[in-house]
């Protein structure tokens, strides 16, 4: 089978095991349905996901000049502490920047190898924690706009990561008496005061089933000095493919990028 197009991040629906869904332009393709079969990868080019262009991808998806210039590409997605839609203030568009920020959201811990902090849109669990690698997840905060939850993490990250090793990720270890949930009591002291009455501790532990398998060893390759690759497909954590070998391939990190795909 043949197919070809622009990569963008793979849709997901949680189940025992997740399910995942490679998007190539518009057409997903089951990637659960085909562990054990050979994938050829040919990467021929770029398609920015915002304007089209064929220019190098620069970063998340985004050619130059849409990163420093899409709304969907600011500053407030990394940090959304710099929100200012609730305020009326305009970074790059403000409707967008409403649609986006002036919404539900929470602030969770997630086990990722080690126990983080994020924030996410309500609309967006658990998508966010599957695309993370999150063995585990539980929300400890629900806000009523992006700039709330963000500065709950900036207070929260003085003393637990809020950044994904990818590797730790992929190595799948965890102890068995990892406990979010106490994790969860011990930073609530660290909430900034006028934010306390976000803070939720009635919230379930969220139990994530990725169909994969440690490897021996972790070879995390790019599309761009590996432009042709063959393997054979063995699981899927995050948003990595895991072919024989324990070479992985991170999808959320090729989106723009446009390939011919073989599958044999």
Known sequence: MHFEG???KMMTENGKPIQYFLNLSGDLLNMNQL?????????????????????????????KKCFFESPYASNTIIRPELSTAHLGIEERNLEIEKEIQLQPHIVYLAYTGDVKVGVTRESQIPTRWIDQGATFALPIAHTENRYEAGMIEVALKQHIPDKTNFRKMLQDDYEDDLDLADFRNKVKEYFPQDFEKFYSDGEEIWSLDFPYEKPEKINVFTLDKHPEFEGNLRGIKGQYLCFEGGFLLNIRGHEGYVVEMDIC
């Open 6 to 8: 622009q990569i963008l």
């Open 35 to 63: 562990f054990g079969r050979k994938i050829r990868l040919h990467h021929t080019g770029y398609q920015c996901v915002n304007c089209g262009s064929d220019e190098k991808i620069f970063r998340m998806g985004f050619c």
